[in-house]
């Protein structure tokens, strides 16, 4: 595959769109929903059979929180991740400045150590929640998974609760219970 000078993104349009989508963990089906698209539209983007609008780079780039600038052209002038809305490292999401020059500086040799395969992209993100702890407040997969059962259990007592009660209110009315 070949690369953008002095860059470690892919130098094609449909290179870098599949390689920031696999960052995010997102299969072409997930994206193409995200951005009102379908995944055969994402699949004949990233195969170069076809091109994206503008607005539809933009879109994606949010999605994907990059800069319109580089998903579409690789650049890295712009200040890589943090424009439109951003994601990238130098996201606010991200803390104190310290914190991300941090955090962007153990980015930076990981990659490097990664070298040209970009099928390292694992061993990337592993290094990285290595190095890099997410915040105390955060809660994880399955905390969400837990507290939404609780909440569905809650709702359907509700509902069957009402349902008695309607039940009842129908029965003294027509004189059947």
Known sequence: MKQAKNALLPEDFGARLRWFRNARNLDQAELGKTVGRTATSISEWEKGKSQPTLVQIGTIARVLGVSSARLAFGDQSSGADEGEGGGGVDSPQYGSPSVRGELREILEQTIAAAGDDRDRLGW??????????????????????????????????????????????????????
Do not use: F, M, Y
């Open 124 to 177: 990337i993100k592993v290094q990285l929640k290595t190095h890099v702890s997410p915040p105390a407040d955060w809660r994880t997969h399955d905390e969400i998974n837990a507290q939404a059962q609780e909440h569905k259990k809650k709702i359907w007592a509700a509902v069957d609760k009402a349902r008695a009660a309607q039940s009842t209110d129908h029965a003294r009315r027509t004189g059947t219970g």
